[in-house]
């Protein structure tokens, strides 16, 4: 396991970024409920209509953030993923989408970065969720540096927008673009790693001749990119992402409909759930997605 805790943690990026922001965009409106409320405290007082902590009422922030939307606002709502997502996704399905109005959705805890807090703060589903949702953009950030330009350019444009954020994250940034980044080019195969992922990744397949691709921005799905790898390799695609396996299974079906491929993917189990304590590192090891065990399932499969 080579990924750490980073200098600055993406969330202190991320309120960084926002309080600027607040300063530079007056269409920007901060709704949080109660979770990182803390960070606003100063920005409250300069923008007191703009930052509004609404406690733990989840429901209730969508559906303001709606109206704020189609009052002209650029709403921002904060919390943990299970709260931002699940909890209020009937509002994140009327309040925005039918109402096709934009908000940018920021939530922080993944699928386990903290497993003593239980079940409760995990959320390994809400890429999954959000994918039955037409019109989302979801960005996925392995490093502190690559979440203030994702965010500038969320908080600049009128779409849905959901940006995950890690206590986790690679050791190194990789800089933002709209398709995905070829890291390392082979024969045998494509791997794929969404998001804070990456340095295992990295690890597991130093020694194996495989393409590997790199994405912060993982809706809209760069069918362009993969099709690009594939066609310079074995069609053999492995995909690693860090929430629920197979995610993305779909999509790279779409990218690769008229060519026969091989899949296999990585995440969190979908047949069950691991109700253990731990650390995350330790959880890695369990559902299979440390280097090592990568090294040995990557290897395998391409061989």
Do not use: C
């Not at 923008?47 to 922030?61: C, K, S, T, W, Y």
């Amino acid at each position: 396991m080579t990924a750490q805790l980073t200098r600055k943690q993406m969330r202190t990026v991320w309120a960084e970024t926002v309080v600027e922001s607040l300063d530079a965009d007056p269409r920007l409106v901060v709704l949080t409920a109660d979770i990182s409320s803390w960070f606003f405290w100063e920005a409250k007082k300069e923008h007191p209509d703009r930052v509004v902590n609404l406690g733990i009422r989840e429901q209730a922030m969508i559906d303001i953030a709606g109206g704020f939307a189609l009052a002209g606002m650029r709403p921002m709502v904060h919390t943990y993923g299970p709260f931002l997502i699940e909890r209020p996704f009937e509002q994140i399905k009327i309040g925005l989408g039918h109402q096709d109005v934009g908000a940018v959705l920021v939530s922080v805890g993944a699928s386990y970065d903290d497993p003593s807090w239980g079940r409760t703060h995990q959320a390994p589903g809400d890429v999954a969720l959000l994918d039955t949702l037409p019109g989302w953009t979801v960005h996925v950030p392995g490093h502190e540096d690559e979440v203030a330009p994702l965010l500038r350019e969320a908080i600049a444009g009128d779409g849905r927008v959901y940006v995950r954020l890690s206590e986790r994250a690679n050791s190194e940034a990789v800089p933002v673009s709209d398709g995905f980044t070829v890291l390392k080019r082979g024969a045998r195969g494509v791997v794929l790693a969404v998001g804070p992922v990456l340095d295992q990744v990295l690890g597991a397949t130093e020694t194996l001749d495989v393409t590997v691709l790199y994405a912060s921005t993982i809706r809209p799905f760069d069918h362009a990119g993969l099709r690009a790898a594939v066609g310079a390799a074995r069609p053999d695609v492995v995909l690693v992402e860090p929430y629920l396996r197979g995610t993305s299974a779909f999509e790279v079906g779409e990218a690769l409909a008229d060519v026969p491929h091989r899949l296999r993917s990585f995440g969190t189990w979908r047949d069950r759930e691991a109700r253990v304590y731990g650390t995350a590192e330790e959880h890695d090891r369990l559902l299979g997605v440390d280097a090592e065990s990568l090294k040995a399932s990557i290897g395998d499969f391409i061989s």
